[in-house]
């Protein structure tokens, strides 16, 4: 088991919010293909709110080999959209930076436990990718 983040972008949200006004996630723990069963509920379903158009969800029952899917949902009327194309998560380790990194950097053990590290690297991730309303990706290039 691993802690697994999900981002979703909300495509014309004004749309969206006519007639749904939260998201349920899905997963597959046996592929792509399904069957898929609805992992959040009334009290852990994402809130659509104006005028984000990110939305991220923490699966921390989750697996990298696990694929997700979402669907608008209305919670009053109960009317729930199509389900998404499938999507693999990512291990929610930090984007921005490594453990590796910090150590790499001179901060040691003995000054910051690797779990504690990690806490702070996923609170910087979630804080730069709040305010910007983005998320950064690195990828390999060779020039």
Known sequence: MATIKL?????????????Y???????????????YSEITGPGTRVD??????????IDTAGDVSYWY????????????GS????????????LYCSIQDLRDEGITVSVLSDSRAQALI?????????????????RNRTF
């Open 83 to 94: 389900l998404s194309e499938a999507i693999s998560g990512e291990d929610s380790g930090g």
């Open 21 to 35: 006004d939260q998201i349920k996630v899905y997963r597959s723990t046996t592929g792509d293909a399904g069957p």
């Open 48 to 57: 659509l709110v104006s005028p984000q158009t990110l939305y991220e969800y």
């Open 122 to 138: 996923t609170q910087a991730s979630a804080y730069i990718e709040r305010v910007t309303g983005r998320w950064f990706e690195p």
């Open 7 to 19: 981002k979703f972008v909300v495509e014309e949200l004004s749309n969206v919010l006519l007639n």
């Open 69 to 80: 899917k979402f669907a608008y949902f209305h919670s009053v009327s109960t009317l729930e």
